[in-house]
């Protein structure tokens, strides 16, 4: 059963390798056998960056499996150990639990020390996974560009894939589009050439947000939706549609087209409140029904620091605005401060892409009534835009700059 397990995650069957795994677990948990329970555990290796759950799951009983099977294991098995501290990481990417950071850094450590660069990769897989809730976009960028040197170093064909995958994050998150492209052409090949199901999908959605930033709206809704196929193709279908719909609201921003997903983002509201509750307050707000988008946002749940956390946290400055709600305003402007050399939601590799958060930052500082604040955020936006080489970004901050000078410059008083 292992081997087979193994052999259905390399091949990108994950909802198959996950039942199987999960079955066999039930098997050989009650034998009291830590090692052979590790083995089973393992055995489900994701080399790429798909979440292994659809958004804003936990598996809470795989967890505890794994964090009862740690204690047990015996000490001298330490390649069993870091391989199964990588799985309880994974198993946590969607939830704030405070035994995945440490046990992310333990993992990368053993892998070190082994000398191992496929379990180096495994270990560096997750802590990159791990790094949104705690660390910063730096760190995700030393370790993507680690992940491609193992892959490329060692010939691990799915490691140099996946450090692709995440180098598209970073680059993405950065508004270096033209890295990210190159990095994405890459993918396509190894994909093709090595039969990587996965890797394709990743691809995929990068293509969509491409085409966004290019303003091919069309075409990007044409490649989100062969993104979804290559998706279920590779046999993540309820990964597909546990997603939340960030895309399709990404391309309704930049075409002035919010009022048109109020029925959309309802769905989404009843499935995932948290982000749920920014989309349809925004969308209300945009159709003209603020009192309804006022009683939507009287809810202000904690947004969770994980992949999407720029992307919702945007969205709620977006809701401030709109709304001049402002508890809203002050906490995204205090959260995103820190991000003002990134795009807001470029981090996805594919999702969404909404707008440089120094030129959100400048609006929550103009509404803040601070605007020789929001100069120096038009201006950092104005780098990032020009870095991105998006022209409607440039456009905005340059007019934005040019409203705020004027708003600040002082009155003569003779």
Do not use: F, M, Q, S
């Given at each position: 059963m292992i081997g087979t397990i193994r052999t259905l995650s390399t091949a990108g069957e994950h909802v198959s390798a996950r039942t199987l795994r999960d079955d066999t677990l039930t098997e050989v948990i009650g034998?009291?056998?830590?090692?052979?329970?590790?083995?089973?555990?393992?055995?489900?290796d994701t080399h790429g960056l798909w979440p292994p759950h659809p958004y804003g799951d936990?598996?809470?009983k795989i967890v505890e499996q794994i964090d009862q099977t740690l204690h047990r294991l015996p000490p001298h098995h330490r390649e069993l150990r870091c391989r199964l501290l990588a799985s309880l990481v994974i198993e946590l990417e969607q939830s704030d639990d405070p035994r995945a950071d440490p046990a992310s850094l333990e993992a990368v450590t053993i892998a070190r020390r082994l000398d191992d660069p496929a379990l180096l990769a495994t270990a560096l897989n997750a802590r990159f996974r791990q790094s949104y809730w705690t660390s910063a976009l730096?760190?995700?960028?030393?370790?993507a560009t680690e992940l491609l040197s193992l892959g490329r170093n060692h010939r691990l064909i799915a490691v140099e894939a996946t450090g692709r995958q995440?180098?598209?994050?970073?680059a993405c998150g950065r508004g270096r589009f033209t890295a990210a492209d190159e990095h994405a052409t890459e993918i396509e090949r190894l994909a093709t050439t090595y039969d990587l199901p996965a890797a394709a999908?990743?691809?995929?959605?990068?293509?969509?947000?491409h085409h966004v930033v290019g303003g091919r709206f069309a075409d990007a809704e044409h490649a989100y939706q062969r993104a979804a196929e290559l998706t279920s193709q590779a046999g993540m279908a309820d990964f597909e549609q546990g997603v939340f719909p960030i895309e399709t609201l990404s391309i309704a921003l930049w075409t002035d087209k919010l009022a048109d997903l109020v029925p959309a983002c309802q769905d989404a509201y009843n499935r995932w409140p948290t982000p749920g509750t920014e989309a349809l307050a925004l969308t209300l707000a945009a159709a003209g029904r603020f009192d309804e988008a006022q009683v939507v946002a009287s809810r202000r749940p904690p947004i969770p620091r994980d992949i999407r956390f720029t992307v919702v946290m945007a969205l709620r400055g977006l809701v401030?605005?709109?709304?001049?709600?402002?508890d809203r305003i002050t906490e995204a402007y205090q959260a995103l401060r820190p991000l003002d050399d990134?795009?807001?939601?470029?981090?996805?590799?594919g999702y969404a892409v909404l707008l440089p958060i120094a030129q959100l930052l400048g609006d929550l500082a103009v509404r803040r009534g601070e605007p020789q604040?929001?100069?120096?955020?038009?201006?950092?936006?104005?780098?990032?835009?020009?870095?991105?080489?998006v022209p409607q970004w440039t456009a905005a901050a340059r007019d934005a700059l040019a409203r705020t000078i004027t708003r600040s410059k002082p009155h003569r008083a003779w």
């Open positions: 034998l009291g056998d830590a090692e052979l329970t590790t083995r089973v555990i393992v055995a489900y936990t598996p809470e730096a760190e995700r960028e030393r370790i995440a180098l598209i994050r970073c999908a990743a691809a995929a959605w990068y293509r969509g947000l401030g605005l709109a709304l001049n709600d402002h990134e795009i807001a939601g470029g981090d996805t590799g604040t929001a100069n120096t955020h038009y201006l950092k936006a104005r780098v990032v835009a020009e870095r991105a080489n």
